[in-house]
């Protein structure tokens, strides 16, 4: 059978929303977007609507190995990793070792860690301590993407560049998204071990679900296309904004992010 054009694939761990404005659904819509093909692997079932959690439900890890054994033992290649809300310390681990296994047969594989902490409402997204939970998965980021009040909870300190050092001391490059914060502008902040960049964007009306989950994965869809990370999250912050300057209703509530932008 002729083989066709590989297509860079993106491994994705996150929820399933039913409101199909975060988890998943964001994850596959942003990545295919890019020009990448998402390998969506299910961490938890959650109970939600566009506005609040209700319930968590993880799914074993047993079968969240499973999943991906079920990929790597047919060789499907991976160009990189996106890790969303991880559901439990257990799947956490998991993920690592799996990341650990996947790295032995790719050194470089880019893995974009997005520390879903909470939903915008503040409803807890993983059963137990989530951040103790992603302490083994921060050694292993590429980049990590926290907003404001994750940075918050992760580092236990106020001071953006304090938030940085101590996130540096695990991953290489880190993006402390500000859309959490106050003003007529956002400021996102990228800090590396090489240097740092500042992005600044109007902040727009309304509150919006799956936000970080479409700028998280728009990142790791261009990383798997091996484009450098300043571009790619120049590209990714680019193509969120349009995303959230289209978003539409499902209900009351916050507002869906319009992630066919760059299908049309």
């Known amino acids: 059978m002729k083989q066709g054009r590989h297509a860079a694939c993106v491994l994705v761990f996150a ?15 942003a990545i295919s977007a890019a020009g990448a093909h998402p390998l969506p692997i299910i961490t938890a079932l959650t109970v939600q609507d566009n506005q609040h959690v209700h319930a968590v439900h993880p799914v074993d890890p047993t079968v969240l190995r499973a999943q991906v054994s079920a990929l790597v033992d047919q060789g499907t290649r991976l160009d990189a990793i996106k890790i969303g809300i991880v559901g439990s310390a257990a799947n956490a681990q998991v993920i690592a070792d799996l990341i650990i296994r996947l790295r032995a047969m790719n050194a470089d594989l880019p893995v974009v860690l997005d520390p879903v902490l909470a939903s915008g409402h503040g409803d807890r997204l993983s059963k137990g301590d989530a951040v103790q939970a992603l302490a083994p998965l921060r050694q292993l980021a ?15 300190v106020e001071a953006i560049d304090t938030q940085a050092d101590i996130l540096l001391r695990d991953t290489p490059n ?9 003003g007529d502008m956002i400021i996102n902040r990228w800090i590396s071990t090489v240097g740092q960049r500042d992005w600044t964007w109007p902040r727009l009306p309304g509150e919006f679900h799956g936000s970080g989950c479409t700028l998280a994965s728009a990142i790791a869809a261009r990383l798997a296309q091996y484009i450098p990370m300043d571009a790619a999250l120049d590209a990714a912050q680019h193509y969120t904004q349009r995303c959230l300057a289209s978003a539409f209703s499902i209900a009351p509530g916050q507002q869906i992010p319009d992630r066919m932008k760059e299908m049309s």
Do not use: F, W
């Open 174 to 182: 880190v993006l402390i998204k500000g859309g959490h914060g106050e």
């Open 15 to 29: 929820g399933l929303d039913p409101s199909g404005g975060a988890g998943i659904q964001a994850d596959i819509q």
């Open 142 to 156: 590429t980049i990590i993407t926290p907003n404001l009040p994750e940075a918050r909870a992760l580092c236990g």
